[in-house]
């Protein structure tokens, strides 16, 4: 099927054991993102983050927040989209964050130089405080995982939100309880996600539904973890969007994964649910209300919750790999070969 990494079904991956600290080290940047988002001599009239891939998807949660908050327009982009379409309104009145967890993606970093070229106010997220991205930008806040990466994320809404006016506290205090929450949250999902890998790990095509801010995690399950690491046909489809047309192929044939969260767009999933439960077979719910995430208040959760699944899935990932046998490192073209 793959000419990947294949070396048999095994043992199921650990939960990383940096998991809670470096989201704990992630936390004590917020003084420094506080500081430069409050300090830029200029009004931010615009916001847009930036990135390619993982990095472009991990976005996600932010957006939906400030699209929720903020008192700004706030647009995510691919990185060669914002780079070749060169958006007009770029300049002294915008806030540009840029991500790549590797810092060597060429597209996001030719994007962030771009943008600081034509006058913006441009920020870099990253894992390498001595890559390419890093060196090739002022500012820049490094963690040390992409789960820390998600909180770094999350401080600078928090930060643009502040700076608008916003009381912040209720965010802050969500966000120093997601690191134990997340660990408990992972570790109580361990037997669903051996469950969902066994039943799934060999069908002709994987559809995820999701909407708001597990969009993000969705499609990073289907495109970077099933498609470029395990090499199986996959699609993450709006939870609005299946009524649109995907859902004339579900048939009592057919398994898929639906993602449930806690925010304003649940009703979105539920009438999903609805209609899953009369028309397909088998149908795994992942559903942010299964997780009891102690230190985190009923109305912390949905800050949290997005965060959280992007973690699931990298756990559910491991799962696949151990079930069907193909390594999460092995690669057919990426980094193998010209593109």
């Known amino acids: 099927m793959t000419d990947g990494t294949y070396i048999g079904p095994g043992p199921v ?110 920020l870099a997220v990253t894992l390498k405080a001595d890559g390419p991205l890093a060196k090739a930008l002022p500012t820049s806040f490094v963690a040390t995982t992409g789960q820390g990466s998600q909180i770094v994320l999350q401080l600078i809404a928090m930060a643009i939100l502040k700076q608008q006016g916003f009381d912040t506290t209720l965010m802050h205090s969500a966000l120093t309880a997601t690191p134990k929450a997340l660990f408990d949250a992972l570790a109580s999902f361990e037997p669903e996600a051996s469950r969902i890998a066994a039943a799934m790990k060999d069908v002709p095509v994987t559809n995820v539904l999701a909407s708001g801010p597990l969009q993000g995690a969705a499609e990073t399950f289907t495109m970077c973890y099933l498609q470029e690491m395990q090499w199986m046909h996959a699609a993450t489809i709006n939870a609005d969007e299946f009524f649109q047309g995907p859902f004339e192929v579900i048939d009592k044939d057919m398994k898929t994964i639906v993602f449930l ?26 559903d942010a209300a299964h997780f009891e995430l102690p230190g985190l208040t009923e109305q912390e959760r949905s800050f949290a919750l997005p965060l959280i699944f992007h973690a699931l899935v990298a756990r559910l990932a491991a799962h696949y790999a151990s079930a069907r046998g193909y390594t999460l490192e092995g690669r057919r073209y990426m980094w193998q070969v010209s593109y």
């Not at 991956?13 to 993102?33: F, G, H, M, N, T």
């Not at 304003?264 to 088998?282: D, Q």
């Open 13 to 122: 991956a650990q939960i990383p054991e940096d998991l809670v600290s470096s989201q704990e080290l992630a936390l004590l940047l917020w003084p420094d993102i506080d500081d430069y988002i409050s300090g830029l001599q200029r009004e931010i009239r615009e916001v847009f983050l930036v990135g390619a891939g993982g990095s472009f998807l991990a976005m996600v949660p932010s957006q939906y927040l400030l699209d929720l908050r903020s008192s700004v327009p706030v647009h995510t982009y691919n990185s060669d989209e914002f780079y070749y379409r060169a958006p007009a309104r770029v300049g002294e009145h915008s806030l540009v964050v840029v991500l790549s967890g590797t810092g060597n993606t060429p597209e996001t970093i030719r994007a962030g130089r771009w943008a600081a070229e034509v006058g913006a106010a441009v």
């Open 261 to 286: 969260g806690e925010d304003k767009t649940r009703p979105m999933g539920e009438r999903v649910r609805k209609f899953l439960e009369t028309y397909s077979g088998e149908t795994f719910y992942i």
